[in-house]
């Protein structure tokens, strides 16, 4: 059974484990949110609460949400970050959710999932249209956003060229 939880102390070595993992893969980490250091790890905890409050946001940014996604054993298995509402930046290249899987659990179906209840939590936050986006050449990523009733919009090119694909979902 998974399910999406607010970040806390009690989960502290699974989440310190998914961290780690991540790190050692050196891939990019997504979302953003996971590149916080995690030691302290109350002090990550309380940029996670301030951030989810609106609080001692740098400039430009809007509250976010973070979610960590579990599965019976509290193993984490994912993180995602859902914004409360759109800046000019978001709009073209973030969206609204950005989430990620750690990288030995991949391909078992966990990030459709986890976006499946992302979009639960964003209409809890009052979303009613969610953004949500992927860089052109991330296949995992675009089938889940399609499976999860993506319609495309048009792409943003980015000043590097990256080219993002911009999906919205009516929720």
């Not at 976006?115 to 889940?144: H, M, P, W, Y």
């Not at 399609?146 to 694909?165: L, P, Q």
Request: charged share 25%; glycine share 8%; with cysteine.
């Amino acid at each position: 059974m998974l399910q999406l939880v607010s970040p806390s102390f009690h989960l502290k070595e699974e989440y310190l484990s998914f961290y780690t993992e991540w790190e050692k893969s050196g891939e990019k980490m997504i979302p953003w949110v996971i590149e916080q250091n995690p030691h302290p790890f109350e002090q990550m905890l309380q940029f996670l609460q301030d951030h989810a409050e609106g609080k001692n946001l740098p400039e430009n940014w809007v509250a976010d949400s973070t979610y960590w996604l579990i599965d019976e054993t509290n193993r984490v298995l994912g993180v995602v970050n859902i914004r409360h509402s759109l800046s000019e930046f978001l709009l073209n290249s973030g969206g609204h959710i950005g989430y990620g899987i750690r990288p030995s659990e991949r391909r078992k179906g966990y990030a459709t999932k986890l976006l499946a209840l992302s979009l639960q939590k964003a209409k809890e936050l009052g979303i009613d249209r969610a953004l949500v986006v992927c860089d052109e050449d991330n296949a995992g990523s675009f089938q889940t956003i399609v499976k999860n009733g993506g319609i495309a919009d048009n792409d943003f090119v980015e000043e590097d060229g990256v080219v993002v694909k911009r999906f919205w979902i009516q929720i």
